[in-house]
């Protein structure tokens, strides 16, 4: 999910530069690497995709969709993605934030070993001290009820009301879920970032 306002950022924060790369480019490197099918980058309508590289926009499992309704709040970007998982008859979906640039292979691995291995899983979800966030994978059953989400809120109400069909993964190191919406966060992350954390690892 790539199409937020970047409100509180001043400034579309997927440019933000880190070293030669974008901070929005990370985490799709990321999800690259993992074993997905497809990867929908969903983006504004105006969005000119200079914060994604070369490759990145050549690369055959990436699928750019243009989300007219963004501006209306995150759930017009969840809803696109979702039911273009459904067109696609995909089995699940994962949300990843484009602004949480340290998650790892590792970790959505997990996540996919974890929904393969329980077969009435709902959904598995990361989660801090309990409290779930994303990343997030949700089986194809909860397709249809995340397509009724409306406004500016994401999938976190509806899985905490399913909580007993899901599995939450523990993140030890809060680091790894850290989302950059403030001129602060960028500064906090690029501290971090030159202290060893690779986002594909």
Not at 6 to 22: A, C, D, E, W
Not at 53 to 69: A, F, G, M, W, Y
Not at 121 to 150: G, Q, R, Y
Request: with cysteine.
């Amino acid at each position: 999910m790539a199409a937020g306002k970047s409100s509180r950022m001043g400034r579309n924060k997927l440019t933000l530069p880190i070293g030669t790369k974008f901070l929005g480019s990370m985490a799709l490197e990321t999800a690259i690497h993992a074993s997905f099918t497809k990867i929908y980058c969903i983006v504004t309508e105006s969005d000119d995709l200079n914060w994604m590289t070369p490759s990145q926009l050549e690369h055959p499992k990436c699928v750019i969709l243009r989300c007219p309704d963004a501006h209306k709040g995150q759930s017009e970007s969840l809803r696109c993605g979702i039911l273009q998982a459904k067109r696609d008859e995909m089995s699940a979906a994962l949300i990843l934030l484009a602004d949480m640039p340290f998650v790892t292979v590792q970790m959505l691995e997990e996540m996919i070993a974890c929904m393969k291995e329980q077969n009435d899983c709902s959904f598995v979800a990361t989660s801090i001290k309990e409290m779930i966030t994303p990343p997030v994978l949700v089986s194809n059953t909860l397709f249809d009820e995340l397509l009724t989400i409306h406004g500016d809120i994401g999938a976190r109400r509806l899985l905490e009301k399913r909580i007993q069909s899901g599995k939450l993964i523990p993140c030890k190191d809060e680091r790894f879920v850290f989302d950059i919406d403030t001129p602060e966060d960028y500064d906090h992350f690029k501290v971090n970032s030159c202290q060893g954390s690779d986002s594909n690892v």
